[in-house]
C-alpha cells in the first residue's frame, strides 16, 4: 500500500544551524577517540613497566567495555527523557576527569577501577550522537550526518596517536603527561559543546524559522511512516524487532573488529615487526586516517544510492557486503610478513569497516520514532559493545597461549563474517521507505 506523505525538500536557501551543531558533535567526538587511543599507544610502556602479561592486558582494555556497554543504552535512553546537550555535557565532563585520572593508575587494580569508570563517560556518546543528528538532520540526510560527524573519531586516533608519541618524548618518556593534557582539554570541549548545541532547532536562539518548519515537517512526515509510532508500543516491544536485533549483531561483528585493532595493533607492530614508539605513532596513523575518510563517505554513498534503490536496501547491503570484506582481509593482517604489508592490509579494513560504521543507527533510524530513538540506538550499541569486552580478553589469550598474532586476526574475522550474514539473512523490514527527499509516494522500495 502506497503512503503520501508532504515531506520538505530542503531546497531553500541560507545557511541551516544545524551544520554548527555536527561540527561541534564531529570536536567532541574526535577528543572521544584521541583518549580512548591513548592507552593503546601507551600500553607498550604500561605493560613494560608492571611486567603486565597479554591476558592482563587483556582485563584491564575489556573492563572499559564492561563500564561502556550499558551506558551506551543509558546514554541514549536518557537523551530521549533529558535531551542530548545535557547527557552529552555530562559524558564529556565524566570521561575527560578519568582520562586525566589514568596517570595516578599504579597497577592491575587502581588500572582496572579507572578504566572501568572511564567507561561510564565515554559510553553515551553514540547513542547520544544519534539522537542529536536525528533531532536535527531530515531522514533523507541522516546517513550523511550521522557519517559526517562520526568521522572524526578514526580522525581523534589518527591525530591522537603522534600527539600521545609527541607529549610522552616531550616529557622523557613519561607516559601519564599526555592523560592529563587530554583531560584538561576536555574541559574546554564541554564548554563549546555547551554553547553551541540545543537538543533541537526550536530550543536554539541562534536557528532561523526556516530550519525550524523544514525539521518539524520532517519530523512529522518521520512520525507518521515509523513502524509503530503508535503510542501503545513499548520500548521493549521496538527492542525485539528483528531488524534492531540484527542490526545490533552486525554492529557487534563490527567492533569486535574495531577492539581488535584499537586495543592490539600497536602492540602487534611491536612485537611482531619491531617498531618503536615513534615508528607506531606514524604506521599506527594511517588506517585510523583511511577510516576517517570511510567514515565521511560512507553516509554520504548511501544516502546518495538510496535515491536509486531505497534507503533500507542501500544501507543493508552496505553493511552486510563491506562486513565480509573485513573479514577476508582481516585475517591475513597477522600473516604477512612485512610491517608496510600489514599496516596497508589494516589500512583497507579500517577503511572499508568505517564506511559500514556510518550505516547501523541509519539503518534503524526510518522504522522508529523520536521518542525512542535514543533509547533503542543505545540498545543496538550496547549489544555491540559486549564485543569490547569480549574480544581483548579472549585474543589476549590466544596471542599468549599460542604466541601466534595471526590466529587472533583470523578469530576476528570468523566473527565478523558471521555476524555481517546474520543481518543478511534475517535483517528484513517490511516497511516502505521514502527512498526521494521529494517523493511523495512511498512504493516499497525497502525490501
Not at 525538500?9 to 558533535?25: D, E, H, I, Q
Not at 592507552?39 to 575489556?62: N, R
Not at 550499558?70 to 570521561?95: E, L, N
Not at 543493508?316 to 557486503?321: D, E, G, L, P, S
Request: proline share 4%.
Amino acid at each position: 500500500m502506497a503512503v503520501s506523505t508532504p515531506v520538505s525538500t530542503g531546497k531553500a536557501g541560507g545557511f541551516r544551524f544545524r551544520w554548527a551543531v555536527l561540527s561541534m558533535n564531529f570536536l567532541v567526538l574526535g577528543l572521544n577517540y584521541a583518549d580512548r587511543a591513548a592507552i593503546g599507544v601507551a600500553a607498550p610502556l604500561i605493560i613494560h613497566e608492571y611486567g603486565f602479561s597479554k591476558g592482563t592486558w587483556g582485563w584491564i582494555a575489556a573492563v572499559f567495555s564492561l563500564g561502556y556497554a550499558p551506558f551506551c543504552f543509558i546514554g541514549g535512553a536518557t537523551s530521549d527523557r533529558f535531551g542530548p546537550r545535557k547527557v552529552m555535557a555530562w559524558a564529556v565532563g565524566w570521561w575527560s576527569l578519568f582520562t586525566a585520572l589514568t596517570a595516578a593508575g599504579f597497577g592491575f587494580v587502581s588500572f582496572m577501577v579507572i578504566r572501568f569508570l572511564f567507561g561510564f563517560g565515554e559510553g553515551p556518546q553514540a547513542s547520544v550522537t544519534a539522537k542529536t543528528m536525528s533531532n536535527w538532520f531530515p531522514q533523507r540526510k541522516l546517513g550523511t550526518a550521522l557519517g559526517l560527524s562520526q568521522a572524526s573519531t578514526p580522525l581523534g586516533g589518527a591525530v591522537g596517536t603522534p600527539i600521545v608519541v609527541a607529549l610522552i618524548e616531550a616529557f622523557d618518556g613519561n607516559w601519564r603527561a599526555p592523560f592529563i593534557i587530554l583531560g584538561a582539554i576536555g574541559v574546554l570541549f564541554l564548554l563549546g559543546w555547551w554553547v553551541v548545541v540545543r537538543d533541537k532547532p526550536e530550543a536554539h536562539p541562534w536557528v532561523k524559522r526556516a530550519e525550524v518548519d523544514e525539521m518539524a515537517a520532517d519530523s512529522g512526515a518521520h512520525e507518521a511512516a515509523a513502524v509503530g509510532a503508535d503510542e501503545n508500543r513499548s520500548l521493549l516491544g521496538y527492542l525485539k524487532m528483528p531488524l534492531v536485533l540484527t542490526t545490533a549483531l552486525a554492529y557487534f561483528g563490527y567492533t569486535w573488529v574495531l577492539f581488535t585493532f584499537l586495543t592490539w595493533f600497536p602492540d602487534f607492530l611491536h612485537e611482531a615487526h619491531g617498531l618503536d614508539l615513534t615508528q607506531i605513532a606514524f604506521t599506527g596513523s594511517i588506517p585510523w586516517l583511511c577510516g576517517f575518510v570511510g567514515l565521511a563517505l560512507g553516509g554520504l554513498f548511501t544516502d546518495a544510492l538510496g535515491r536509486r534503490v531505497g534507503l533500507f536496501r542501500s544501507r543493508k547491503w552496505t553493511t552486510v557486503i563491506g562486513l565480509l570484506v573485513v573479514a577476508c582481509a582481516f585475517g591475513p593482517v597477522g600473516i604477512v610478513r612485512s610491517a608496510g604489508g600489514a599496516v596497508t592490509l589494516m589500512a583497507v579494513c579500517v577503511f572499508i569497516l568505517y564506511i559500514v560504521g556510518a550505516q547501523f543507527f541509519a539503518i534503524i533510524g526510518p522504522v522508529i520514532p523520536h521518542r525512542r530513538f535514543g533509547a533503542v540506538s543505545g540498545f543496538v550499541h550496547f549489544i555491540a559493545n559486549i564485543a569490547g569486552i569480549i574480544a581483548p580478553i579472549i585474543l589476549g589469550y590466544v596471542v599468549d597461549a599460542t604466541d601466534s598474532w595471526a590466529l587472533s586476526f583470523v578469530v576476528s574475522g570468523v566473527v565478523v563474517a558471521l555476524a555481517a550474514i546474520s543481518l543478511g539473512v534475517f535483517g528484513r523490514d517490511r516497511r516502505q521507505f521514502v527512498p526521494r527527499a521529494d517523493t511523495v509516494a512511498v512504493q516499497g522500495k525497502g525490501h
